[in-house]
């Protein structure tokens, strides 16, 4: 609702902006202790590249989640459905009649099923996202159980060469211990990450659906008296997420190579944390898309520092939690001052006039 | 007025009732010998007696997450996590205690509600005074709780092995119901004991209802926010406690895992609005035993357990479709149009309805409404 850039020339950084702002100085500054501390690992492009390689589906997943919640809902049915891609791709391409390109349609469309019968439940039935999500989320577990139960490793020759391919750059790599050079190697995953950033944010700053949604996210009540169609709007939003979860899905086990019942467990939580970091709020109408691998990214540098200072792992989720609090109160003090328009963040005259 | 009351707090009770209703009826069809209970080892036993000691933990926390999602229009997802917590802590300081009677019992349970009732008043800080949201508030806990539970453990899975606590958790000699059972229905007593005398039902559901106009009256939203998520915090304590003894060990990974789910599902079977204002804790706690007879329903009609969650999901979709504003408003519309056109085949005695509609034109009207 403050992404209008000529409606308050005072202080024409909005909201989303300004949480955007203050999530890549902590990333940038989390870094820079990682890269002074552990000079070994975050100093190699590689380590930076693998954050994107490894941890693909969450990124894209907190592009979904943040979505919807610009729009004022909330899915945690995104973390079943994700998983249950997974199986269901492992389940197909072993099947011996399956191929990539139909596994990639199954994803999709598993995505988009969950998507549209969400959405129009909560945007057009009035029911509450929570619940229906909750629901989704045991739906998409119990048929996740019900089709395949063990692990299945996908041996197809196709699929196990798309899971091994990675695109090498030679120009970008480190020497080794003994001297060799080691050229960077980035997973396709990685790559439908930024592709699927750079659309996603476009989508969200130029086009209508992505106007209106911030509107719709910021007060439903206007937006309605606007003329925006509220339960249209909100019903793309879930659309969008639930085919973000089918493409993460897929990309899961383009990564891993396989199906497994614990696949993408907990993500949705661990997802709604990296949006909030990265400035999205849960009330509606603030965030930006940009900001959501920024907060993925923050989380799993803290995950990374801690394995490098070989602490007890039970200090990842304490850590992670205690950077969640620091976040939370630090966006709710900055919103409350801002709100009472006592407060003027002092910023050279080139950033500010960005809306 | 409490006539209307009444009728107003039947119809939130009719859906979760009939619910209940329903399944009961399945469960006979399946099987009539489903009331049926036996006494073994001096205590009841059958298939009420095993949904209400299974249904204990959720009910206590249905209890608490109603007065939260009706003052804070926010349900707290750490329940689960600070009854791990409390748990832990229970269990520590009674086996550092020497020896276990009645009355270190007692005392670890009160420092075990106290660590509680401080969960609570940290989410209830961020959520009153920070004025974050609920879900993101408590979130923090979620993701850490689990981890300090262990760390308080110090190690996988301390056993409660004794004889008091396994009676807590299973049978007292001499009484016939199983403690937990005891356990719930005292704290339902104390809870509704608590509503009756004191303001706090008129001022949470206020809060919820609209925060200003609560100020401007005179309730401090933020001091009684804080108290709702106080309140939870005990009740997470005395479930966390209920589970440890009903375990005998504490496994910080899996007890009372997924339980916030559930509670905040019970919350909204049981008639409840997640997004604050009038609440009825009867309807929360029929809510949770309906979430306790459905799973075992399903465990009865022999639904393999890998199915179960998906059986549960689609009832619990079809649940909330029929309860929701807008099938509600249609049925209403479609009740009226029915009883018009019984009215008017009497009155009229033919199906001449040009005429029925030209001679009431308010008909129309009301319809566009």
Redesign the interface.
């Known amino acids: 609702m403050h992404s209008l850039p000529a409606a308050k020339p005072k202080d024409a950084l909005s909201n989303s902006n300004l949480l955007f702002l203050i999530a890549v100085v902590i990333f940038v500054l989390m870094y820079g202790f990682a890269m002074l501390r552990y000079p070994g690992s975050f100093l190699q492009f590689q380590t930076f590249f693998d954050l994107f390689s490894l941890n693909a589906p969450l990124i894209i997943i907190t592009l979904g989640i943040s979505i919807v919640m610009i729009g004022g809902g909330i899915d945690i049915s995104v973390g079943a459905v994700t998983g249950l891609v997974t199986m269901c791709c492992a389940v197909f391409l072993e099947s011996g009649t399956g191929s990539v390109a139909g596994a990639m349609l199954l994803a999709l469309g598993i995505g988009i099923a969950f998507g549209l019968l969400q959405g129009y439940l909560i945007s057009y039935l009035d029911i509450q996202p929570f619940i229906i999500t909750l629901a989704g989320m045991f739906l998409a577990n119990g048929l996740l159980t019900t089709i395949h139960k063990d692990p299945l490793n996908v041996t197809m020759p196709a699929f196990v060469a798309l899971r091994d391919f990675e695109l090498v750059i030679p120009w970008l790599g480190t020497n080794n211990r003994l001297g060799n050079f080691i050229p960077l190697e980035i997973k396709l995953g990685a790559v439908v990450v930024w592709i699927l950033v750079v659309l996603l944010a476009v989508l969200m700053k130029w086009s209508r659906f992505g106007r209106n949604l911030y509107a719709v996210g910021g007060n439903s009540q206007s937006a309605l008296m606007l003329g925006i169609n509220v339960r249209r709007t909100k019903l793309y939003s879930y659309l969008l997420c639930g085919l973000l979860s089918g493409i993460a899905g897929f990309v899961y086990i383009m990564t891993t190579g396989a199906g497994n019942v614990g696949n993408a467990s907990g993500f949705e939580m661990k997802a709604i944390a990296a949006s909030i970091i990265g400035g999205t709020m849960l009330t509606g109408g603030v965030g930006n898309l940009f900001g959501s691998p920024i907060g993925a990214l923050t989380l799993l540098t803290i995950n990374e520092l801690i394995r490098a200072a070989g602490v007890n792992s039970n200090f990842q989720a304490i850590v992670s939690g205690l950077l969640l609090y620091i976040f939370i109160v630090l966006q709710s003090a900055v919103v409350w001052l801002r709100g009472r328009g006592k407060f003027r963040l002092a910023l050279p005259s080139w950033l500010s006039r960005q809306g | 007025m409490s006539i209307a009351k009444a009728k107003a707090q039947g119809t939130q009770l009719f859906l979760p009732l009939s619910v209940l209703a329903i399944l009961i009826v399945i469960n006979l069809i399946k099987g009539a010998d489903y009331f049926s209970m036996s006494v073994i080892n001096g205590a009841l036993y059958g298939n009420i007696p095993n949904i209400l000691f299974g249904a204990s933990e959720l009910v206590i926390l249905a209890i608490g997450m109603t007065l939260v999602s009706a003052s804070s229009r926010g349900?707290d997802?750490s329940v689960g996590v600070a009854g791990a917590i409390t748990s832990a802590v229970f269990v520590q300081v009674l086996l550092n205690s020497g020896n276990i009677t009645w009355l270190t019992i007692g005392l670890s349970f009160l420092v075990s509600c106290a660590v509680g009732i401080a969960i609570g008043a940290f989410n209830g800080s961020?959520v009153a005074i920070?004025?974050?949201?609920p879900?993101?508030?408590t979130?923090?806990?979620?993701?850490?709780?689990?981890?300090?539970a262990?760390?308080i453990d110090g190690k996988l899975s301390p056993v409660l092995a004794n004889d008091l606590t396994s009676q807590l958790g299973g049978v007292i000699p001499g009484v016939p119901i199983q403690t937990p059972i005891i356990l719930t229905v005292l704290f339902i007593a104390v809870v509704a004991l608590f509503i009756k005398t004191t303001n706090l039902k008129l001022y949470a559901e206020s809060v919820g209802i609209n925060e200003k106009a609560a100020r401007l009256n005179g309730i401090d939203p933020a001091k009684i926010k804080f108290l709702t998520y106080m309140i939870l915090g005990l009740c997470s304590a005395v479930a966390g406690f209920i589970a440890v003894t009903k375990a005998g060990r504490h496994d910080s990974v899996n007890i009372l895992k997924f339980v916030e789910?559930d509670a905040?599902?019970a919350v909204?079977i049981g008639g409840n609005?997640?997004?604050g204002g009038t609440f009825s804790i009867a309807g929360s706690i029929i809510g949770a035993y309906t979430i306790e007879v459905l799973s075992r329903t399903l465990l009865r009609l022999e639904v393999?357990t890998?199915?179960?969650?998906?059986?549960?999901?689609?009832f619990?979709?079809v649940l909330?479709?029929i309860?929701?504003?807008?099938?509600r408003a249609y049925a209403a519309k479609a009740l009226r149009w029915v009883r018009s056109r019984m009215h008017e085949g009497i009155v009229l005695d033919t199906g001449a309805l040009e005429a029925a509609a030209a001679s009431n034109p308010n008909a129309p009207a009301k319809k566009e409404e």
């Open positions: 349900q997802i961020l920070f004025k974050v949201q879900m993101v508030a979130l923090i806990l979620f993701t850490a709780g689990r981890s300090i262990f760390m789910m905040i599902l909204a609005a997640l997004s393999g890998e199915t179960i969650k998906a059986f549960k999901a689609a619990i979709i909330m479709i309860a929701s504003p807008v099938v």
